[in-house]
């Protein structure tokens, strides 16, 4: 008995959130500076909290001069001010809607895999309009004790189940900001394209081994769809 063929997986586009589809600085800038404030020393410059944006925040303020058994109620008071303010303080960057119409127009499936904890960053794509454009979000656990590429790895099964076959990776790509964003990618053998508009710069991406980095929201899904091996959307008649 011969069994049909199984459908050829869709090419996969896994997306990280901040800093690569929205401004999120200025609120987890504000509720950073309300940690240190609680702990009753001096937050870092700016330039360094900016790195604070995107990785697990406790990684972040361990790596910024927290002690360890300051550590849970420093993160606490983060938390209750991102979750009541912060994590509102946020917009989408200019072209990143129409870049996602643009991917999913072509036959891309669109899955956020973020280091923002799911209950978060579900109600935040949803108060900013981007959950109609994609087809999953999946988030980091409450405790954020997972690598980006065991949130990567969670995302790739949610296609797997809900597609029924594997990603192909060869067709499979992460967009992000951040070298976790890069070595997340490499743990799953799919190439990591970095954007330059967000909180890493080109020579963190790079040295992480970004396959390449993107400098403006316009070029980001012809570059994805040349990638993809995806036709470019056709030109409306003039």
């Known amino acids: 008995m011969t069994h049909p063929p199984l459908p050829a997986p869709r090419p996969l586009v896994l997306l990280d959130l901040d800093g690569t589809l929205m401004d999120s600085a200025p609120g987890v800038l504000s509720s950073v500076r309300a940690a240190y404030g609680h702990l009753g020393v001096p937050a870092p410059a700016d330039a360094v909290m900016r790195t604070f944006v995107g990785p697990p925040i406790r990684r972040s ?3 910024h001069g927290v002690a360890a058994e300051h550590l849970a109620d420093v993160v606490a008071v983060y938390n209750e001010h991102f979750g009541r303010v912060g994590v509102w303080d946020t917009t989408v960057f200019d072209g990143v809607p129409e870049a996602l119409r643009t991917l999913r127009d072509a036959g891309a499936l669109l899955v956020v ?4 904890p799911v209950a978060w960053a579900v109600p935040i794509c949803a108060e900013v309009g981007l959950t109609p454009l994609l087809d999953a979000v999946v988030g980091a656990p409450a405790d954020e004790s997972e690598s980006k590429a065991q949130i990567m790895g969670r995302a790739i099964a949610w296609v797997r189940s809900t597609t029924g076959v594997d990603p192909d990776p060869a067709r499979t790509v992460m ?4 070298e976790h964003d890069v070595e997340g990618a490499h743990a799953h053998g799919i ?3 970095g954007v330059g508009w967000g909180y890493g710069g080109e020579e963190e991406l790079l040295r992480a081994g970004a396959a390449e980095v993107v400098h403006d929201v316009a070029d980001l899904a012809p570059r ?3 990638r993809l091996g995806l036709p470019a959307p056709a030109r409306p008649p003039s």
Do not use: E, N
């Not at 895999?113 to 923002?116: D, M, S």
């Not at 967009?175 to 951040?178: A, E, P, Q, Y």
């Open 61 to 63: 303020f361990t790596a």
């Open 113 to 116: 895999a973020t280091a923002k």
């Open 175 to 178: 967009v992000g900001d951040r």
């Open 191 to 193: 190439a990591c394209v």
């Open 224 to 226: 994805l769809l040349h």
